[in-house]
C-alpha cells in the first residue's frame, strides 16, 4: 500500500492499470466533486454511493485540510472485468491510483461472510437481522459493504496527503478510524451496519484462516487479499473493531491527531516502538490495539 509500490491501494493493493479508460458502456452521474460512473439500471445504487462519498469528502476534507482526485465506478458483475483485472467481485478497490471500483449487486463474496444463523446465540442473531434484513426479509451483508466506499477513500487521501505509513496494514487500520469516525459524528445511524458486521467476523474465531498475526499481514499483504479473501476480511474485522475501540476513547479528534502523527517521515524498526509512538502522540488505545493483537 505504498506509493513506491505503485499506489497498492485499498481494501487491497495494485493491480495493473485496467485497459478500459473509455466509459462508454457506462452512466454519468454529474454533480459530485468527483466523476461518477455506473453500469445501467444502477443509478439508485450509484446515487446513493456516491452521495454518500460525496458527503464525507466534504467533512473529512474540511479536517484534514486536503481534497483528493478521484473516479468512482459503480459496476455489476458483467461491467466489472471490463474495468478492472481485479478477480473478486465485491470488494471495493482501486485499479490504479485514483479509480476506485465498487459493486453495484449483492454478490457471492459478501454472501460468504453470511453465517449460519442457528450456530449463533440469540442475542448475535438479533444483532445481525436489525442490521442486514433486507427488504424481503432475507440477510444481506450489502449495507456493511456499501460503506466501505469511505474506507477506500481514506485510502486516496493518505496517498494524495503524502502520509509515511510505517506498515501496510497501518494504512488499512488509517481508513478504518477515518470510516468509524466520519460515520459516528455525521451518519450514527449506520453505526449498527458498521459495527456488527466485524464483531460477527471476529466471533467465528479463526478456524480455516492461514494467517492471523499482525507479522502475517505485513508479509504476505498481496497474498492475503488476492488469494484468501475471507482472510483477509477477517483482519479487516479486527482492523474496523479496533478502530471502533480508538474512536469511543478519543472521539472526533483522533484522526486528525492520526494524520499529523503520519506525517512524519521517519521508520520504526518493530512494532514495539510504532506501538509507542502512537500511543504518545495518537492516543494509548492505539499501542494497545498493537501490543494486543
Not at 55 to 66: F, G, H
Request: charged share 20%; proline share 6%; with cysteine.
Amino acid at each position: 500500500m505504498y506509493k513506491q509500490l505503485l499506489f497498492a491501494m485499498a481494501f487491497l493493493f495494485q493491480l495493473l492499470p485496467s485497459k478500459a479508460q473509455d466509459y462508454s458502456r457506462l452512466q454519468q452521474i454529474k454533480g459530485h466533486p468527483f466523476p461518477v460512473y455506473h453500469s445501467n439500471g444502477q443509478t439508485n445504487r450509484a446515487v446513493n454511493i456516491s452521495g454518500r462519498c460525496a458527503d464525507a469528502m466534504a467533512y473529512i476534507s474540511r479536517s484534514l485540510k486536503t481534497k483528493p482526485r478521484f473516479t468512482l465506478l459503480v459496476l455489476t458483475q458483467e461491467d466489472w472485468p471490463h474495468f478492472t483485472k481485479f478477480p473478486v467481485y465485491g470488494m471495493p478497490h482501486y485499479n490504479d491510483d485514483s479509480t476506485l471500483v465498487v459493486a453495484a449487486e449483492d454478490n457471492a463474496f459478501w454472501k460468504s461472510f453470511i453465517p449460519k444463523m442457528d450456530q449463533l446465540p440469540e442475542t448475535m442473531r438479533q444483532k445481525i437481522r436489525q442490521a442486514y434484513s433486507s427488504a424481503g426479509g432475507e440477510i444481506s451483508m450489502a449495507p456493511f459493504f456499501d460503506l466501505l466506499v469511505l474506507h477506500e477513500l481514506g485510502h486516496a487521501f493518505h496517498f494524495q496527503g503524502g502520509l509515511n505509513m510505517p506498515r501496510k496494514w497501518m494504512g488499512e487500520l488509517f481508513c478504518n478510524v477515518l470510516l468509524h469516525t466520519y460515520i459516528a459524528e455525521k451518519d450514527p445511524a449506520y453505526l449498527p451496519a458498521l459495527t456488527v458486521f466485524p464483531e460477527m467476523v471476529i466471533g467465528g474465531g479463526t478456524d480455516g484462516y492461514r494467517y492471523t498475526s499482525l507479522l502475517d499481514l505485513e508479509a504476505y499483504y498481496d497474498e492475503i487479499g488476492m488469494n484468501h479473501p475471507n482472510n483477509y476480511g477477517w483482519y479487516q474485522s479486527r482492523l474496523h473493531a479496533g478502530a471502533k475501540t480508538i474512536y469511543d476513547a478519543a472521539g472526533a479528534g483522533v484522526l486528525d491527531k492520526l494524520w499529523k502523527s503520519l506525517l512524519v517521515k521517519s521508520g520504526f524498526p518493530d512494532d514495539k516502538s510504532l506501538a509507542a509512538y502512537l500511543g504518545k502522540n495518537v492516543h494509548p488505545k492505539m499501542a494497545e490495539l498493537i501490543l494486543n493483537w
